[in-house]
Every structure is written in structure tokens, then in C-alpha cells.
């Protein structure tokens, strides 16, 4: 009696009976899921919520109540002066209110409340202070400014 052939008999019978099983379990998963109940309908829409108690983030706060005074400082070669002091304050004051620095570039800006006339005054060491006046009650949004630094009496070029 031949073996070979019972079993390449027995093998293909095993191979067809494997195929023909995977219909057969995807129909029981469709009927499993045929069978799950429908999910709940969407709750009914209600009327716009009220206006909160809390206040507008401020993340995306406009500064459309600020005026922008923005520039650039340069020095005697006119090249840009980084890290220059800058001190704003209203004509008049006695005491500076706002403070910044210019950025490796030269640059500086700052926010300040419209309506006044404002004096700037730049700061450097090893350069003579220089000032200028900025008018804020003009209409305008912003104002920009350029200075050039000279050298402080005694110092060489």
C-alpha cells in the first residue's frame, strides 16, 4: 500500500477545509455584530449657552489701546548697536516708566499708552546718550525711530 497518496489526499481535504472555514467565521462576526444593539441617538440641541462669567483670554489680546514706539540704534560707523539701554518716559516726568534693550540687531521695541508726548532717551557705554522726542497723540498707532550713537566726549575713534 502506497502512503504518499493518503496523505497528499488527507492534506489537500485539510487545506480545503481551512479555506472554506474563513467565510464561515466572518459570517458568525457579521451576525455578532448585526446583533449589537445601535448606540444611543445624539442628544437634542439646546439653546446657545449663556455668556460666561469669565473674561476674554488674554492670549490673543490685541494692543490696539498701546502706541508702538519701534527702532533701530546704530554707532558712529553705522553699524547696529546691540544692547543698548533705552528709557521712555512721558515729557514732563521726572522718572522713567519703561525700560528695554536693543536686540543683536540693533532693534528695540515697546509698548506705551497713546495720547502723551513721550521722550527717549538711548544709553551705551563708551557713547554720548542721545534723545528724542515721540509724539503719541498724533492719530497714529506706532512711530519708528532711528538714532545714531556718537562717541562720548574723549573717547577715539
Known amino acids: 500500500m502506497n502512503i504518499m497518496p493518503f496523505r497528499r489526499r488527507h492534506l489537500?481535504?485539510?487545506?480545503?477545509?481551512?479555506l472554506s472555514a474563513v467565510p464561515f467565521v466572518a459570517l458568525i462576526a457579521f451576525v455578532a455584530r448585526a446583533q449589537q444593539p445601535p448606540p444611543p441617538p445624539p442628544p437634542p440641541e439646546t439653546t446657545a449657552p449663556a455668556e460666561s462669567a469669565t473674561?476674554?483670554?488674554t492670549k490673543n489680546k490685541q494692543h490696539v489701546d498701546e502706541f508702538l514706539i519701534r527702532g533701530t540704534v546704530f554707532n558712529d560707523k553705522a553699524l547696529s548697536l546691540p544692547g543698548a539701554q533705552l528709557h521712555i518716559k512721558r515729557a514732563g516726568d521726572k522718572k522713567h516708566h519703561w525700560n528695554t534693550y536693543t536686540n543683536s540687531r540693533g532693534e528695540f521695541a515697546i509698548r506705551v499708552p497713546p495720547g502723551s508726548d513721550y521722550e527717549v532717551l538711548v544709553q551705551s557705554k563708551g557713547f554720548a546718550d542721545a534723545v528724542q522726542q515721540v509724539d503719541a497723540k498724533n492719530g497714529l498707532s506706532e512711530e519708528d525711530m532711528v538714532f545714531r550713537m556718537d562717541l562720548a566726549p574723549g573717547k577715539k575713534k
Open 12 to 18: 489537500r481535504v485539510l487545506a480545503i477545509a481551512a
Open 55 to 57: 473674561p476674554p483670554s
